[in-house]
């Protein structure tokens, strides 16, 4: 047996942090057009897909990130019915946003191996996702897709990689303006936002980039074991401020109506989520 070290927070420049996984078996091994990628067996987490040295989901906690990516703003949307998803190669946002009564959600992924290979070696992360005739497929670079397309969507959803090699350009100043144009009225953009204990930087960056372009900018949380660092930020965009301020007893019915089954997701997890460590609060300057 071998171990492999996450790359994220060891490498140079990081804060000299890591953690390791004993792999029991390796299952892919590839390098694509754009990235490095591998998917491993452990004992601990099942299968884990990493990404150019960054581990980017796992069987055991992938339902955590999932849910609170997509079902946040859906639910706080309340009638979404067209939904754009950039990046989320492994199919988990795609699947949990199609337990919504949605017409469309489109997919913009950079890397169809990313695709193909979770479909092959670790299909419960779609869980069919992508035979779903509401399910469009678009293999492209999502900066030049929200540039050059003129479609409206009510939700936006950036599962993208960290800001650095392809998912770097996810985060740019150009990019929200281009989702803030593309968002419908009442629309709501959310980003993965890396963690920011061990990523302060991110949330700074993020926040000011956003409200250049949209008028109530927060983060919300999710504690994901395997991104490593305490709670993860995921960022909420959007110009319309009743949206963010949805009670318990506002999201309760369409939660019970919806009947989604969820692990980590609730009506009380997703108000509380928003309710932000000072530590954090102190960032978005």
């Known amino acids: 047996m071998t171990w492999v070290d996450e790359q994220l927070h060891g490498a140079e420049g990081g804060p000299g942090y890591a953690q390791r996984f004993r792999v029991e078996r390796v299952v892919f091994e590839r390098k694509s057009a754009f990235q490095d990628i591998r998917i491993f067996e452990t004992a601990g987490f099942g299968r884990v897909l990493m990404i150019d040295?960054?581990?980017?989901t796992t069987e055991k906690d992938e339902f955590i990130y999932h849910e609170m990516i997509a079902h946040v703003p859906l639910f706080s949307h309340g009638e979404a019915k067209r939904v754009?998803?950039?990046?989320?190669?492994?199919?988990g946002v795609l699947r949990e946003v199609l337990r919504h009564p949605v017409e469309q959600a489109t997919m913009v992924e950079l890397d169809r191996t990313v695709v193909d290979v979770c479909m092959e070696h670790m299909p419960g992360l779609s869980d069919g996702a992508f035979h779903d005739p509401r399910t469009r497929l678009i293999i492209t670079d999502g900066l030049k897709f929200m540039a050059n397309r003129n479609e409206i969507f009510d939700i936006i959803i950036v599962d993208s990689t960290d800001p650095i090699g392809p998912g770097e350009v996810l985060f740019t100043s150009e990019?929200?303006?281009?989702?803030?144009?593309?968002?419908?009225?009442g629309g709501i953009l959310v980003t993965q936002n890396g963690v920011p204990f061990l990523q302060p930087q991110e949330v700074t960056t993020t926040s000011r980039r956003l409200v250049a372009h949209f008028a109530d900018v927060r983060f919300f949380l999710a504690a994901v074991p395997t991104y490593i660092g305490g709670a993860m930020t995921l960022a909420w965009a959007t110009d319309d401020l009743a949206m963010r301020r949805?009670?318990?007893?506002?999201l309760e019915p369409r939660y019970r109506v919806a009947g989604i089954p969820t692990r980590y997701y609730s009506p009380a997890v997703h108000a509380a989520s928003f309710a932000l460590p000072p530590f954090v609060q102190s960032l978005m300057s």
């Open 53 to 56: 040295g960054v581990i980017q």
């Open 84 to 91: 754009l998803i950039i990046g989320g190669g492994d199919g």
């Open 175 to 185: 990019f929200y303006a281009n989702c803030h144009r593309r968002l419908a009225p």
């Open 246 to 250: 949805l009670t318990v007893a506002d």
